[in-house]
DNA sequence: TAAAAACACGTAGTTTGACTTCGTGGTATA
DNA sequence: TATACCACGAAGTCAAACTACGTGTTTTTA
């Protein structure tokens, strides 16, 4: 559950920093593979991970699970 | 590093509430000898492990993510 | 001040899952 | 119709998440 709210929070976060799942790959020096399977919450990044997510997105690592409104 | 400050906010939070590391173990289904890795720095938890982590000590999952002031 | 409780820490082991590569196919857009 | 972007399956590797055991030190409390 936690993991598929984190993997949307990730890709909303790189939408709206306008970068391609291969371009955030690049950054962090992970397949582009793996970016897709924890953009859909079915892999979850190790707490290292997470640190070099928020970096490349410019968050604290907190932000990552801040979460919005479900529906409205 | 953040592991290092993760687990010294999971130190303090879990003494805030007033319990022993084998108190908290017991709650989370964890090893006494992980909780004592993750306090220290040693070893990081999942993220499965820091939804744990936060229900237990009754905090969101961002703020285990929220340090306060290294000295003053 | 002694005993008990709480914790640090070393070693060593098992098992999960974080992360990879390769390959296919779908959808949007230019 | 070409190409950029992404979902998704299968299958593998390896680090690290997590365990048990044992000893010793600090902290608490009676």
Redesign the pocket.
Known sequence: ML?KKLGRRI?DL??SKKL???QL?EKL????????????GV???????LEKFAKALKVEVGDLFVFEEKKR
């Open positions: 993991q890709a790189r939408r391609t799942q291969e790959a020096g992970y397949s582009v593979e793996f970016i897709s399977l924890v953009e859909r892999n979850a990044p190790s707490v290292a991970g």
